[in-house]
């Protein structure tokens, strides 16, 4: 007997742009409109945001929940001035910095390590030890450039800057990177 | 040599490309923030945290209108707006006040008939001709008013209205107030219906000098619900009638000077000057008839007493369909005019508030929409380094 694989849930055929409409206006049932964009893109924004966060993801989920809530109370007065992911992007990344820049502040005033969450050691935990070596601007570059949610024009559109401008920085980075990981200077 | 390295470092860069999308790669399972955000603002403390918010805007808007009405109250308590409210400010009320609100002395003219030929007394600076007394409030005492033989001229008026069980009683007891020795009478008197729909209207003619306490006698008859008086001052009509009465007088003095003096002057001449004293001693009989008149005005105050029976209703049921129609029609405008005026006087009495409330709501505003569309455009991140 031949058996019968799982129905998969019907594409939604509208743009991010028209679901961000749908839910603020209430119209076709907004709910289901923010679940479609949820899911769409709530999983590369874990992963981003985990990336940002040094592999923290209690730390990602919240700032993922938090951008969610943004939508909520502001979708209705968004402006297609960029993309529904440019945006979720953006904010999920300002988040993020916000969050690091919080944490960086409380390691300072209560010494090192003691407050900021340890990841969970990983077959990439090398990669992490050699990206904490890059300044801020150079491990955010390369997290975009790597994520599998983004295109390089996507990435600058996020960015806020040239494509010429993101490749060089990234190249730049990649070296850094690269000479970290050969002489194993990381901790 | 070259070629290996290049081949170790294409190796190297595709590793870390490899790592790094797997240091952005999510693999726990579904985690359905967003429904946990749908929670987080429609969830029951979302309500709660917006009710606190409006619950406080609302009481902070209660406090200022209720401050707003008692500011203006205790400004209507204080004089600020005399005659503008009463308790019961409507109907014949409303025309009585308006009449009264005209009254108001004109000193101005008195003064330039005092510049241009000093004839006149001079004018008390406390002089006060009307005074308005709701139900609500003690009956004020009246304001001291001269009588003519004080210079000074004063026509007044009071409105009083009564309620009482026996409506005859107290009617017949106002017919007994004047004192017809002292000139005074009862100018009208009606009373109709009988049992809760008894009313009457007296109108008494009194000296000035006794209005005081005729009121106070009108007081003890019955419950009063409401009470006005005014007065109108006519000083500057007496002295201009003075001032032309004694310049006729001359006139005519001088012209039988000239009849005399001028025995030998011509019978047209003669005819011609008896023609104009006669005109001059008619004009003199008119200016003194009028002048009388208005000493009599001022001499006796005028009170119109309105008597109902408690809890009666406030006008004699209506003969006809129409009367009750024409009834219902200037009641509806004198409510309407009520409320329109008090409306106005709250606009442009709390103007000052009105413009600062109104300042902070449109500051309030522009800020809300500020940050609101700030919020829904994210900026780009500023990069750090």
Redesign the interface.
Known sequence: MEQQAPARPVEDSRSDEELLRAFATGRHNG?EA??E??RRH???L???A??ILD?D?DG??EV???A????????????A??SVRT?LY??V??RC?DTRKVRSRQAASNGKLHGVPQPART??SS??EA?RML????R????LC???GLTHEQAAD????PLGTLKSRQHAA?AM??NA??NGDHP | MNNQNLTD?SA??AH??A????????R?GD????????D??HGAQAWWKRGRTWGLSAAAALVLVSGTVVWRGMGVANGIAPAAITADFRGERVQAARKAYAMEVDRGYADKVVALGGEVARVPADAQVRATVSPSTPALPLQPVATPSQDRFVVRRATMELETRDVHAVFAKCSLLPNAALGEFIETSSISGDGDEARAEVTLRVTADRLSSVLNELRGFATITSEQSGGQDITDQVVDIDARLRNEQRIEQELLALLTSKKDASLEDVLRVQQELSRVREQIERMQAQRDSLGRLASLATVLVIIRHEGGPQQPPPNSFKEAMGRAWSRGVDDLGGFVGGAVRLAVGGLPVWVVVGAGAVVAWRTWKRK??A???????????
């Open positions: 709910k923010l679940g964009l949820a709530e999983r590369e874990l992963g981003l985990c990336g592999g993801r990602a989920m993922v929940q938090d969610w809530v943004r939508v909520i109370r502001y979708g209705a007065g968004f402006r001035g960029s945006w953006r904010v990344i300002n910095l077959d990439t990669l992490q990206l300044t801020d601007d150079q955010l570059i390369l997290l790597h994520h599998r996020v960015l806020g800057i990649i990177l690269r990981l050969a | 470092q190297r860069d870390i490309a790592s790094l999308a797997d240091v952005c790669a999510w726990a985690t359905e923030l967003w429904n946990r955000a749908w987080q603002e609101r569309a919020m829904a455009n994210e900026p780009a991140p500023r990069l750090p380094g």
